[in-house]
């Protein structure tokens, strides 16, 4: 290993056969980041298999380091054979929190049928979010395209450069400009996606090349969903709390809201 701590290869390699004999051959993870513990959570078995199936699919070549991560999941820097970059999103399998995700998942008409047990609800949302993600771009909503799902792994386009993410609104200066595109994000997301994001805020907004693009969708739920009207509230909410801190003159929830189903 270097001196700066970075995870080689070998490392998971050696995980992959604790687990099933002879699989060397696969690569998932290389050095990178000097505080990442190979030892956390995330890499259990069952998802060390999931990220083997993928790579053979050739849907990425191998892992750096973490890119964000957060209670419900880790999103890693992929790379694929031909030197792109991917985003890869692995939800934690053991992470009780999710039972709190119940409120987005019943009652949208898209997923009426809910297995018990935590692995089977993580699984879900990341079915979710994947099925959000791909109804968003298929309405050219500004937004990571995705590529692939399987068990608790969704793979999808990579928002930055170079593994460094796009910085999100709360980190950079916003215009008016800004506040009246998210709106207007907001509004095709409702009117020609069906969906409503219901966890929007600056943590979820990347700026990248002056551009607003929005992530995060695994709360998003259909319009049909019967919270969806409050949910709406709430990120207009958010948006309008977030732009007037800046001082930016926003709409009252009432316009706003009516710019949004309009």
């Given at each position: 290993m270097s001196d700066n701590g970075d995870i080689d290869n070998y490392i998971v390699e050696k995980a992959l056969k604790r687990f099933e004999h002879n699989r060397d051959e696969n690569r998932i993870l290389r050095k990178r980041s000097e505080d990442y513990d190979i030892r956390e959570e995330v890499f259990d078995k069952p998802t060390l298999m999931t990220l083997n199936e993928l790579m053979t699919s050739?849907?990425?070549?191998?892992?750096?380091?973490?890119?964000?991560?957060?209670?419900?999941?880790?999103?890693?820097?992929?790379?694929?054979?031909?030197?792109?970059?991917?985003?890869?999103?692995?939800?934690?399998?053991?992470?009780?929190?999710?039972?709190?995700?119940?409120?987005?998942?019943?009652?949208?008409?898209?997923?009426?049928?809910?297995?018990?047990?935590?692995?089977n609800l993580v699984q879900l949302w990341a079915k979710k979010e994947y099925s959000n993600l791909k109804k968003a771009i298929c309405n050219n909503i500004p937004c990571p395209k995705p590529f692939a799902v399987k068990n608790n792994v969704l793979v999808m386009e990579f928002i930055g450069k170079e593994g460094i993410s796009a910085p999100i609104l709360g980190d950079v200066d916003v215009t008016e400009k800004d506040y009246l595109e998210l709106l207007s994000i907001i509004h095709d997301l409702y009117r020609n996606a069906h969906l409503v994001h219901s966890d929007l805020s600056e943590y979820n907004v990347f700026k990248h090349m002056d551009n607003l693009i929005i992530f995060d969708f695994g709360s998003a739920v259909d319009i049909m969903h019967p919270n969806a009207e409050d949910f709406l509230i709430r990120d207009i909410t958010n948006i309008n709390h977030f732009f007037s801190k800046r001082?930016?003159?926003?709409?009252?929830?009432?316009?706003?809201?009516?710019?949004?189903?309009?």
């Open positions: 050739k849907l990425f070549k191998y892992l750096n380091g973490v890119v964000k991560a957060g209670k419900e999941a880790r999103i890693y820097w992929g790379v694929r054979a031909d030197g792109t970059d991917v985003a890869v999103k692995i939800y934690l399998t053991d992470n009780v929190e999710f039972r709190k995700r119940l409120p987005y998942i019943i009652g949208d008409p898209r997923f009426k049928r809910i297995r018990k047990g935590i692995r001082q930016i003159d926003t709409f009252s929830i009432e316009e706003s809201l009516k710019m949004v189903k309009r």
